[in-house]
């Protein structure tokens, strides 16, 4: 089975994490951050991975801390769980409509980090979660996972509807790129033999 599990402590957050990229999008998150907690939880239904995630930060200070550390460590979990990369797709999209939203995300799972982050939020804030933490989150993730994302707001004005479309959105992308494909299942998807 394709898992991992992760743990990560500094002295702002404390992270216990476990990914299976097989799974049927079970979870079980706790973050401190109830729009956080949400979001993932959307990502790993919709990825139909099963996640387990806790994370002790200071948000008595503001919720920048969880929310990237917890993004670097689901990057990390991803890139332990992938190991090789063999017989993986690479590469997914998806274009994903969140009522008045709609979000286009791609990957490739290239061994290179890089964001490429192209949307406007309307808002500062969703409840008491700071809209601009969106984009901490995926650039923690693909540092850690070692991939190049983009994601693009092709239309929108509600930011928690945009928000909610990046997730969903990336979650169906990432599942596509790291399903296994059976006619490949015993090589490296790069001319280079490496990922």
């Known amino acids: 089975m394709r898992t991992s599990e992760i743990k990560r402590k500094t002295a ?35 990825g139909r991975f099963d996640l387990t995630l806790s994370c002790k930060g200071d948000t008595y200070v503001d919720y920048h801390h969880t929310v990237e550390d917890v993004g670097i460590a689901l990057g990390e979990a991803f890139y332990a769980a992938l190991g090789d990369k063999r017989g993986i797709h690479r590469y997914g999209d998806t274009v994903l409509p969140m009522d008045e939203a709609l979000i286009l995300t791609a990957v490739d799972f290239s061994g290179r980090a890089f964001l490429g982050y192209l949307v406007e939020l309307p808002t500062e804030k969703v409840g008491d979660f700071d809209t601009e933490l969106c984009e901490e989150f995926w650039y ?56």
């Open 140 to 195: 923690g993730f693909v540092r850690k996972a070692e991939c190049a994302l983009h994601i693009r707001m092709l239309s929108g004005r509600n930011s928690h509807h945009i928000i909610e479309g990046i997730f969903k959105s990336a979650a169906r992308t990432l599942r596509e790129a790291v399903a296994v494909d059976a006619a490949f299942a015993d090589e490296i998807p790069s001319t280079k033999g490496v990922l």
């Open 12 to 46: 702002e957050t404390d992270i216990a994490l476990s990914l299976n990229l097989d799974g049927t999008g079970i979870s079980s998150v706790q973050t401190g951050c109830g729009f956080l907690d949400h979001m993932l939880t959307l990502f790993a239904s919709h």
